[in-house]
């Protein structure tokens, strides 16, 4: 299924049932967005949805009619440019100016571990 824009007629004339039609469409799985205007009483629902499903459950809180659904086309990615890879060198040793050398042996308890 793909993403479709579909904006329903809604009469909504209180703050309970805008709010209830607001629940009722956001509990739906695949809904990206809501969007609302209060004045024409438009509801625009993007996602991957059933919008019979929706306009049926919304008709048991207020009259609601189906106006327009548009297939929305996901954004075209831009091809990214090809970036010239970094030199990688070879993992090389650092020279220390005083030697490690172990003067200690390499068990410290008393028993003479590695200087056996």
């Known amino acids: 299924m793909t993403a479709q824009k579909s904006v329903l007629q809604l009469s909504v004339h209180e703050e309970g049932i805008r709010k209830k039609a607001w629940v009722t469409v956001s509990k739906f ?14 509801m ?17 809180i207020c009259s609601a009619e189906l106006v327009t659904v548009e297939v929305v086309k996901p954004p075209e990615k831009k091809p990214e440019a090809k970036k010239p890879e970094d030199f990688v ?12 050398h172990s ?12 200087t056996k």
């Open 29 to 42: 799985s695949g809904v990206t967005s809501i969007e609302m205007d209060d004045k024409t009483g438009k």
């Open 89 to 100: 060198g070879y993992p090389f040793s650092i020279n220390y100016p005083y030697p490690y």
């Open 44 to 60: 625009t629902v993007v996602g991957e949805i059933d919008v019979s499903r929706i306009v049926k459950k919304l008709r048991k």
């Open 103 to 114: 003067y200690y042996p390499y068990c410290y308890c008393n028993c003479g571990g590695a």
